[in-house]
C-alpha cells in the first residue's frame, strides 16, 4: 500500500465521531496542501472490508457537502452514515463547519 495513502488512513481515523473534515484540510494535516485530490483518491480506493475500519464517510467536500459524483449508493451510504453520527444537512445538503468542523 501507498505511504501517502496509509497516512490519509491513519490521519481520518482521527477523526471524531460527529464530526467532519474536508479533503483540503486533510491534506493539510498530512503536509501535502495540494494533494486534496490525492486524499479522495485514497479514500475511494479502500477496500469494502476496510470501509468499516477507516472512516472515510467523515471527509467531505470544502463547500461542506458530499462529492461522490456518479456513484449514488455510496453518496447515499455517507449521508446516512454521517446523519447516524448527529451531522445534519441543511436545505442545500451541506454541513454547518463551525458546528461539525474538525479540527
Given at each position: 500500500?501507498n505511504?501517502?495513502?496509509?497516512?490519509?488512513?491513519?490521519?481520518?481515523?482521527?477523526?471524531?465521531?460527529?464530526?467532519?473534515?474536508?479533503?483540503?484540510?486533510?491534506?493539510?494535516?498530512?503536509?501535502?496542501?495540494?494533494?486534496?485530490?490525492?486524499?479522495?483518491?485514497?479514500?475511494?480506493?479502500?477496500?469494502?472490508?476496510?470501509?468499516?475500519?477507516?472512516?472515510?464517510?467523515?471527509?467531505?467536500?470544502?463547500?461542506?457537502k458530499?462529492?461522490?459524483?456518479?456513484?449514488?449508493?455510496?453518496?447515499?451510504?455517507?449521508?446516512?452514515?454521517?446523519?447516524?453520527?448527529?451531522?445534519?444537512?441543511?436545505?442545500?445538503?451541506?454541513?454547518?463547519?463551525?458546528?461539525f468542523?474538525?479540527?
Amino acid at each position: 500500500m501507498n505511504n501517502f495513502y496509509q497516512s490519509v488512513y491513519e490521519m481520518a481515523s482521527k477523526i471524531p465521531k460527529g464530526k467532519v473534515t474536508s479533503y483540503g484540510r486533510l491534506a493539510v494535516l498530512l503536509q501535502s496542501p495540494r494533494a486534496a485530490r490525492a486524499v479522495g483518491y485514497a479514500l475511494n480506493s479502500l477496500k469494502k472490508d476496510d470501509l468499516q475500519k477507516v472512516p472515510w464517510q467523515r471527509v467531505i467536500n470544502s463547500q461542506g457537502k458530499i462529492s461522490i459524483k456518479g456513484d449514488h449508493f455510496r453518496a447515499s451510504l455517507q449521508r446516512r452514515l454521517l446523519e447516524e453520527e448527529g451531522i445534519v444537512f441543511d436545505e442545500n445538503d451541506s454541513i454547518d463547519w463551525d458546528k461539525f468542523g474538525w479540527p
